[in-house]
């Protein structure tokens, strides 16, 4: 059984598409993160607060809405909301979830609308018992998968009368929820082995019964998902970093194509495709927490090595080295252990602000990036500077630092991007702009560093990014800076955040399929130069 939180959710910070937000400029959200998904299997445990801390760990990669699912073997209760994981629970409600199975989500909408009926993880009731689920990814044959759902037959008194309730989400993972649920003569575990291969795209599904766990990765493992190991239990996660703060030992990651399950007697894993790996390099750039391991490799280790390899590609002639916190200390600091230039904190940020539900006034928001950071200027007073970021999405949050840079007394601004320039959006579980808005396809470096008027530019080029890494070129999606889509895409009316969603729940439909067009194609923001 479902135990919402409260329906109608804090108000929304939305920009004209109806998205959330979490950047300081509504107008500039940035590359807005996948999801955090969270399993445990531990009888005797307090498998809730184990969950609630999983996706606290997990809260970088989604901040609309979150949710735990627990089973005490009997039944399923689901409790879920809009807001950040420690908005969401409370003690007493923790409390009530009692059992020895939890799963836990923390979302970022990719695809559905930024609701509470898309909250995760997402309940279905079939004729057997109830399946719970949570997704990490995006897929992209939503709408085969909607037509699978439609053609399903109705053998199942519960199922069709949940079933006719689907229009409430529109999100791809109710769909695989409700197809997983129809499993009429075979078990869940062999329903998953067969519906698994017809899922495109990036997942990685964790998902319960009333009496066991189960996850899964896509054969290509886009998005990342690591198995950890407790003293009286397992525990799956999107990151090493969530297995850290509930006392988990690293086991190894769960692999391309692979299907776990955990129950009584223990756990067991079979592969339902080929593995043909090709992890998102930009969770090395920016999605994971530093403190967490990809490819058995530290995140943080790798980004002061693009940081080393950014100082030697591209030195600068400068007094102090800042990052634009968070994301982008630690190539900060390989580019000043490198360059032999002092690091220094040059820029101090507000950590609560890009979480908030209040929209600024026009006032505030004139005064743009300070919401979020603001300088030094006892630092960097008459300095030259060395400013190293992650990413140049739009430009906006680039072009508002060195304007505040220059007017907090900086005498140079040298930018420097630790991931190549950002040219194709991502339909893998990423929200970035579409490609008419992203920057780099329509200006050169030069033109950029005009734009937002700095010295000099530089991004780390993708060879040297993917050697950092240490991972093999092809085992990478690499597809937001190449343009090579490792899991075919359809049609462009086919993609999309709203495709499951009524014209009439989202008036501006049409125009979103126009954008999903010039995704793919378009001049770029060929009016960088232009703006203010």
């Not at 190549?420 to 579409?434: H, L, N, S």
């Amino acid at each position: 059984m479902a135990l919402p939180g409260q329906p109608a959710g804090p108000p929304s910070r939305r920009r004209g598409d109806g998205r959330l937000t979490h950047e300081t400029d509504p107008q500039d959200a940035g590359p807005q993160d996948a999801c955090g998904v969270f399993g445990v299997w531990a009888p005797g445990e307090d498998v809730a607060k184990l969950a609630y801390f999983g996706i606290y760990a997990l809260q970088h990669r989604g901040q609309e809405s979150a949710g735990i699912a627990v089973s005490n073997g009997r039944q399923i209760l689901v409790y879920k909301d809009m807001g950040l994981v420690s908005q969401v629970f409370d003690e007493s409600t923790l409390e009530a979830l009692k059992g020895h199975i939890a799963i836990g989500h923390a979302r970022y909408s990719t695809t559905g609308a930024s609701t509470w009926h898309n909250a995760q993880p997402t309940f279905r009731p079939t004729a057997t018992g109830s399946i719970a689920l949570g997704h990490n990814g995006n897929l992209t044959n939503t709408s085969e998968l909607a037509q699978m759902v439609a053609d399903l037959p109705s053998d199942s008194g519960e199922l069709e009368l949940h079933t006719r309730n689907l229009e409430t989400s529109t999100n791809d993972t109710s769909l695989v929820t409700a197809l997983l649920a129809h499993h009429s003569g075979a078990t869940l575990e062999e329903r998953a082995v067969e519906l698994l291969p017809q899922v495109k795209g990036a997942f990685c599904f964790v998902w319960m019964d009333e009496g066991t766990l189960y996850a899964a990765r896509d054969p290509q493992g886009i998005r990342p998902l690591v198995l950890g190991r407790l003293e009286r239990g397992w525990v799956v996660a999107s990151e090493t970093a969530a297995l850290d703060i509930v006392g988990a030992s690293y086991i190894r990651e769960i692999e391309p194509g692979e299907l776990i399950a955990v129950d009584e007697d223990g756990l067991r894993s079979r592969h339902f495709a080929e593995p043909a790996p090709k992890g998102c390099l930009f969770e090395f750039v920016y999605l994971a927490r530093p403190d967490t391991r990809i490819s058995n490799q530290r995140v943080h280790s790798v980004r002061v090595e693009i940081g080393r390899k950014l100082a030697r590609s591209y030195p600068a002639d400068a007094d102090l080295v800042i990052p634009v916190p968070e994301s982008g200390t630690p190539a900060a600091i390989g580019y000043a252990e490198a360059s032999g230039i002092p690091y220094g904190t040059g820029l101090v940020k507000n950590s609560y602000v890009g979480r908030t539900f209040i929209q600024p006034s026009q006032t505030i928001r004139q005064l743009g990036i300070r919401l979020k950071l603001n300088p030094l200027r006892d630092v960097i007073e008459g300095k030259r500077l060395v400013v190293v970021d992650d990413s140049i999405v739009r430009g906006n949050t680039q072009r508002a630092l060195v304007r505040m840079l220059r007017e907090a007394g900086a005498r140079e601004v040298h930018v420097r991007i630790s991931s190549p320039p950002v040219k194709w959006p991502c339909f893998y579980g990423i929200d970035f702009a579409t490609r008419a808005e992203l920057i780099a396809n329509g200006l050169s470096v030069e033109e950029i560093c005009a734009s937002i008027d700095a010295d000099s530019l530089a991004y780390i080029s993708l060879e040297e990014l993917v050697e950092a890494t240490t991972v093999p070129a092809d085992n990478l999606c690499r597809a937001c800076f190449d343009g090579v889509y490792p899991v075919p895409l359809p049609e462009p009316e086919l993609l999309g955040k709203h495709l499951l969603e009524p014209a009439l729940m989202v008036p501006d439909r049409a125009l979103d399929v126009d954008g999903l067009a010039a995704s793919l194609a378009g001049g770029g923001a060929g009016d960088a130069l232009d703006r203010p």
